[in-house]
């Protein structure tokens, strides 16, 4: 583990067993004005986070130790904190579970610095927006057939049983659910709920779609392939 440096500056922890690929990573996000620390296993992965705090953690799939889906989970059962997965295959099964343990977005090896880069700061967007957002307590819930989004609380159910959703699924269900039975294209979501410019993180888009359904079942979101997607209403 490397200490960066302190003050105000946000703080991200990079965890990689690849050193080079470690030391090239934080190398780019202290050129972009970040304090950078770095981690290589998954026990040191959990101590560095609990230690440090950080903002948000770049965090690779395979790890010694134990891998990063339980570096995940364990540093989220800690505290919530942004995480962006590294995987070095193209697998949806892992980029699910890695959503599913609190990941809010994944990148694909190999990738480039400049698009690692453009994630970070879109994702630590996403948490000054949060921060900044008045609180709504006297807003209403949404009730759509049996399906229940409590804003104020931010809780969900779905016929009385309560889905645990992440922050990045929340918003975008709600995103959803605010304009039923309407067609959402994939690039207004980016923009809406992860406040992307471009379209290339439609995939992004897809898989949280995926993790939505297995929470909230199948048949409550649909796709218009080529397009987007419309929340269904019973």
Partial sequence: MTGAGTGERRRILVVDDERMIAESIAARLRAEGFAVDQAHDGPSAVAAAKLLR???????????????????????????????????????TDMLVGLAVGADDYITKPFSMRELAARVHVLLRRLERLAQAQPEPDAAPIVLGDLEINR?????????????????EFDLLVNLATRPRTVLPRERLLAEVWGWADASG???????????????????????????YALETT
Wanted: one cysteine or more.
């Fill in 152 to 168: 104020a609380q931010r809780r969900v159910s779905r016929g009385g049983v309560e889905a645990h959703l992440t922050p990045t």
């Fill in 54 to 92: 950080p903002d948000l953690v770049v965090l690779d799939v395979m790890l010694p130790g134990f891998d990063g889906l339980e570096v995940c989970r364990r540093i989220q059962a800690e505290r919530p904190v942004a995480v962006l997965m590294l995987t070095a295959r193209d697998d949806e």
């Fill in 202 to 228: 439609t995939r992004t888009v897809d898989s949280h779609i995926k993790a939505l359904r297995r929470k909230l079942g199948s048949d409550l979101i649909r796709t218009v392939h080529g397009v987007g």
